[in-house]
């Protein structure tokens, strides 16, 4: 049940937030072995002047992707080709942009979605 959170500094567009949302689920889903149901993906916009870099703001244009995962359910090479893979995606949609990916694993007795942890959630569909 992974949840990724995209912000870019960029001018919005829906047909942007389309084609990062399906970039995004599909790496997610393709890279990390999460089930494409579960997968939420949100795209958020801030204009390039709200983004800076050394109190500059940045001469090109910017992205931050924040995944959440279950702790231990991806090895290290995956997590590694998955901010490869996200950075190569965002600046093939965005053109000239620099931007951060990070992987964060939380563990399964701290999270989950719909009020059921994600250890609940692998307990009940391991005994059933």
Request: aromatic letters at 8%; charged letters at 20%; zero cysteines.
């Amino acid at each position: 049940m992974p949840y990724v959170s995209a912000t870019l500094a960029v001018t919005p567009s829906e047909e942007l937030t389309g084609r990062a949302i399906a970039a995004l689920t599909d790496l997610t889903v393709e890279i990390l072995g999460k089930e494409r149901a579960r997968t939420t993906v949100v795209v958020q916009y801030v204009p390039g002047a709200q983004w800076a870099r050394g109190g500059f703001p940045l001469a090109v244009r910017g992205y931050f992707v924040d995944v959440k995962v279950t702790a231990g359910t991806n090895l290290r090479h995956d997590k590694a080709r998955y901010v490869r893979e996200v950075n190569r995606a965002l600046q093939s949609l965005l053109g000239e942009a620099a931007g951060y990916v990070a992987v964060e694993e939380l563990p399964a007795d701290s999270w989950g979605y719909a009020g059921e942890t994600q250890e609940l959630h692998y307990l009940k569909n391991k005994v059933a």
